[in-house]
């Protein structure tokens, strides 16, 4: 049974959306699917079936990765029609292979890989196994995929596009804010900063070494 993560209904997590993820060092690697439920999801993402599935803090996701032979693990849940994988360690979400597996057989898949102390992070989506558009939070202007203007026009809406006009710290992380909504309100993302960061989540080792 998985931890409480549906975010429909009223209530301060039902108000819960993406932009937290730009907090410094809170979360490296979320990975959204539409389509299929958690624990395809984290299967899509290596996970092989190993008895009872635990629950567990964020922290204990950590001290996971001190186990022998244990390369990354993933804590799912379900969050406003999408299941997401929050992976910790070598996490296999932002590869082209990892995003192509979790898309097949037209699941929509987001990914988003956290990286402050390499800018720029960066926002994926796939589609049943095909790159459709990615970007840099703060480098909209160079996207990529079969349909990198997919978001252009609601980047456009919001004064992220054509192009960054910020000069300073705070605007920049504004900008950065607007970038994370845009993509919020397009495709419907919610994910509960209490469920993620404070809660516990069903945990599954994803990647061996």
Known sequence: ???RTTTEGAGPVAQDGIGWLLEPYVVD???FARGI??????ARLGARPAGPVRLATAV???DALA???VGSVARVGRAAGWSFAVEYGDAVGPTPDGLAAVSHRGVDAVNFLLTPWHPPSVFRHYED???ICSFGIGAETHRLGSDPDLLVPALTALAVLPGPRWSDGARRERSHRLTMLAVQDHFGLRLPRHDVVEGRLPLHLVRER
């Open 1 to 3: 049974m998985f931890a």
């Open 29 to 31: 690697c979320v990975t």
């Open 37 to 42: 439920g958690p624990g395809e999801l984290v």
């Open 60 to 62: 204990e996701a950590l």
């Open 67 to 69: 186990a022998p032979g």
């Open 129 to 131: 196994g095909r790159h």
